[in-house]
């Protein structure tokens, strides 16, 4: 069974800072993946994901992934985090030709105005 | 336009007791997934379904649970004969179709006691 690793459990960072959370995920096969956002209070929704192509993919809210297929990785990078990006971020993944996806635990990440 | 609905929001029930957990998916979505997600976990698939039928329940952890889409719109997750560990957020998302973007509904939290 694949599985997906999110080692950051926990980021507390401030304002204006560059934040990288890491995402590694076992598949070696075709391997379509994807970044979730859960805001307090608020439901799950989608951020990003990766299909093919460019491996550098941009979402929403000025986030961007990087698919490195030698790492078997697929960070989550923003430039310049705000307060409002205050959340649970959740790494997926799922093989080509599969429907279900298997999620990361997990990252809380804390932003300090 | 709605989102996808989850009801209740939370049920309180006790050890042995059945439970029903409904999902209204987003309107014109045939694809419908069930998961379940534990304190500090990410969510976890438990079944999804692509218009009336289940095709694919090999998430569900036994023959305790059982899910229904007979019209191919609403679900039913039901949970027989329940046990301490079942209690969890139990999470709803609908899609286009099955390679389409999965959206969230806000959950419903299980304590079994």
């Known amino acids: 069974a694949q599985s997906v690793s999110q080692h950051n459990h926990h980021v507390i960072l401030s304002e204006a800072a560059s934040l990288e959370l890491g995402c590694n995920y076992s598949y070696g096969g075709t391997v379509n993946l994807f970044w979730y956002v859960q805001y307090p209070g608020q439901h799950l929704q989608l951020l990003l994901k990766?299909?093919?192509?460019?491996?550098l993919v941009k979402g929403i809210k000025g986030f961007e992934a990087e698919f490195i297929k030698s790492k078997f990785s697929f960070n989550l990078r923003k430039p310049s985090v705000q307060w409002s990006d205050t959340a649970e971020y959740f790494c997926a993944s799922r093989e080509g030709g599969s429907y279900i996806p298997t999620f990361g635990r997990g990252t809380s990440l804390i932003v300090h105005p | 336009g709605a989102g996808v609905s989850q009801t209740p929001s939370n049920k309180v029930t006790e050890k042995g007791k059945y439970v029903e957990l409904r999902c209204d998916p987003i309107?014109?979505?045939?694809?419908l997934y069930w998961y379940r997600q534990s304190l500090g976990q990410g969510p976890e698939f438990l079944i999804y379904f692509q218009g009336t039928g289940a095709a694919d329940d090999s998430g569900l952890p036994n023959d305790r649970f059982f899910a229904v889409r007979p019209e191919g719109s609403v679900s039913t997750l039901k949970i027989q004969r329940t046990e301490r560990g079942d209690s969890a957020v139990y999470l709803c998302a609908s899609s286009l179709g099955l390679t389409d973007t999965q959206y969230f509904g806000p959950g419903t939290r299980l304590t079994v006691l």
């Open positions: 309107s014109g979505h045939t694809a």
């Open positions: 990766y299909f093919s192509g460019d491996p």
